[in-house]
């Protein structure tokens, strides 16, 4: 089951919490870097830099048509399957 928010931890800062919709999550983390890219480049930004930075590697296996909620939904669920990102919990 997908959260409705995760929390992600940040080196040397308080963690980082997305709120919403898998797609909303990753708009939220876009605006922070780039707010000109489009969620699926923004997706491939962050997984390249756990890759440079951090020693992750996640493949996600996509089409070019895949919609980019199907797209966030994934992402959101690699994040949270190889512990990086932790659902924030509920009140």
Not at 30 to 53: F, V
Not at 61 to 68: A, H, I, L
């Amino acid at each position: 089951m997908m959260p409705d928010a995760i929390w992600i931890a940040v080196e040397k800062a308080l963690p980082a919490v997305y709120r919403g919709s898998p797609l909303d999550m990753v708009q939220a983390m876009t605006r922070e870097m780039e707010p000109d890219l489009c969620p699926k480049d923004a997706i491939h930004a962050i997984l390249g830099g756990l890759s440079r930075n951090r020693n992750i590697h996640i493949r996600l296996d996509v089409t070019p048509s895949m919609p980019d909620e199907i797209y966030a939904r994934l992402f959101i669920f690699a994040l949270l399957d190889q512990r990086i990102a932790k659902p924030l919990p509920s009140a």
